[in-house]
């Protein structure tokens, strides 16, 4: 299966609430993205976590790294209807030569107004 | 300065055809992605450069797919005898460097490509 596995595949809350999206990987990464995507084109990069840290904030966005547990959560603080997009977790694989990126199937986010 | 771009936005091609799909990466980026996204998928990786070598075509599909990036800059994504099953959407990305696995990767709108 494929590594950066997202959950939970959709999610769906009112404009002003939290959203949390969590993502799964399984090798040993020298670091984590988090991308939005709207409407199934040109992915947007939103932060960039590396494996020796251990959260790191952007505006709305926090993002948390559990190496040990090979898990990440993106927290969108606040939310609003422009946050509506898919969000996609990608790995760094240690493993693998250069920055190939490996990505989950993505959380789509709905936020309603 | 201007970010990644990929032409053509859409391609609607015939089974059998051929077909190139341009990417522009942003000036000075000496590294070059190419993935491939299915509908309610994740991207997958296709191929990524470093200057104008391929140093790592692991995932390219099969011999019918290619691609070229002759002076390191513009790269060409090249598939030969169109399937259905090529239909995605085919994204390029370009990062400052490759050897750090810290940089990020910035991605161009891409380009859809419908095999009838």
């Known amino acids: 299966s494929q590594q950066g596995e997202e959950d939970p595949q959709a999610l769906s809350i009112q404009e002003g609430e939290n959203a949390t999206m969590n993502c799964s990987y399984k090798?040993?990464?020298?670091?984590l993205q988090w991308y939005r995507q709207n409407s199934g084109r040109g992915l947007v990069h939103l932060i960039l976590i590396r494996s020796n840290e251990r959260e790191k904030h952007s505006g709305r966005l926090r993002v948390t790294l559990d190496t040990s547990k090979k898990s990440s959560s993106l927290l969108i603080t606040a939310s609003r209807a422009a946050d509506t997009a898919s969000y996609f977790c990608?790995?760094?694989?240690?493993?693998?030569?250069?920055?190939?990126?490996?990505f989950g199937e993505g959380t789509q986010l709905t936020v309603n107004p | 300065g201007a970010g990644v771009s990929q032409t053509p936005s859409n391609k609607v091609t015939e089974k059998g055809k051929y077909v190139e799909l341009r990417c522009d990466p942003i000036?000075?980026?000496?590294?070059l992605y190419w993935y491939r996204q299915s509908l309610g998928q994740g991207p997958e990786f296709l191929i990524y450069f470093q200057g104008t070598g391929a140093a790592d075509d692991s995932g390219l599909p099969n011999d019918r797919f290619f691609a070229v990036r002759p002076e390191g800059s513009v790269s060409t994504l090249k598939i030969q005898r169109t399937e259905r099953g090529d239909s995605a959407v085919y994204l390029c990305?370009?990062?400052?460097?490759?050897?750090?696995?810290?940089?990020?990767?910035?991605f161009g709108p891409g380009t859809r490509l419908t095999v009838l």
């Open positions: 990305a370009s990062s400052l460097s490759w050897s750090t696995g810290t940089d990020t990767q910035y």
């Open positions: 990608a790995t760094d694989d240690r493993k693998s030569h250069g920055s190939r990126l490996t």
């Open positions: 000036s000075g980026h000496t590294a």
């Open positions: 090798t040993s990464i020298n670091n």
